[in-house]
């Protein structure tokens, strides 16, 4: 009986070791499968997290290289790199930066791209930014039907000659050109002045200067609005009535704008390509869009035309903008904290 029962536990346990080699095996090589995926998972993993990361650093640089108004810089810092040295321009220059940082409260500043479109962009940005609304004229007509307006109510045949900045283009199909950049200004004016989260906003704005096309028709169509402008002052100036604002009066006063089409041929076709808006033109700029635009003029430091708002004629409910020039040609954007 004993060895009966020795023989059967020998059995037993020579059934379990057998089984348990393998299953052994079969668990060592589950287990070496399941490490293997691991790690494969882990470098996988880590690979894709080095390939998201390189193609978010590449995205950054991307827009920040086209992005046409740049991100904030401390402006006591940007001034002395920008004027370095002990020159009598330095001087002034660094001075009048420090007025602005003591006595008006201007901490940063965003650097606008320099070129001719370059005190729209600074106004244009600043409009969205902010959220400020369509100006009262426009939400009372469709800014879409503008150009036709012009040719066919008021016989402007000479509108085929506008050019559009650095493209100067003319021709017989300037009036689709025309109602793609109303359009472009419609449609993103109206998207961004209705979002009321500033983040989202700012993000909105960021997006739509970095993209160069769609920046130029919104220039495009706020030249052209200016041009209507001035049309109808013209037409109401002609008709012995007096023009709605003197500033019409002292723009068509130059010999170089006397009427709507020199106007346009020898200032606003220039726009974008070699020249920038002068001063009266400021004036209309502020006027059309209805915002009181204040430009720190920092080469007049010292003098009474250092601080200059345009227009100067302005009502009280118009949002303000700020602008700081060095030279009258190209401009930034000056960012208040108390």
Known sequence: GRHEVRSWTRATKQSL???WQKVKGQLMLSMSF???VFWYCRRLYSFLAQLLKRWSNYLQRRLIRNLSVLTEVDLLGYSAREWKGETKQAKHMKEAYE???WSYHVKYLRQVRRDNYCVLRAVLFQVFSQGIPFPSWM???DILKLPEKLLYSQGCNWIQQYSFGPE????PNVFGKLRKCMETLKSNWTEISATKDHEERGNLCNTLF????KEHKLYEAIKFIMLYEVVEAYEQMKNREEPVNNLF???LARDSSSDPLSF??????????????????????GYVLEVKIRVYRLHRFNTEEFKVNYPDEYRREWNEISLLTEDDRYYHIPLFRT
């Open 17 to 19: 070791c057998l089984m």
């Open 139 to 141: 939400k009372e007509r």
């Open 99 to 101: 007025e602005l940082f």
């Open 168 to 171: 100067r283009y003319t021709g």
């Open 34 to 36: 399941l490490v293997t």
């Open 264 to 285: 346009m041929m020898n200032h606003l076709n220039l726009i974008g390509d070699s020249i920038c808006l002068d001063q009266v033109e400021l004036f209309l700029l």
């Open 210 to 213: 970095s993209d160069e096309s």
């Open 249 to 251: 009066s002292l723009l």
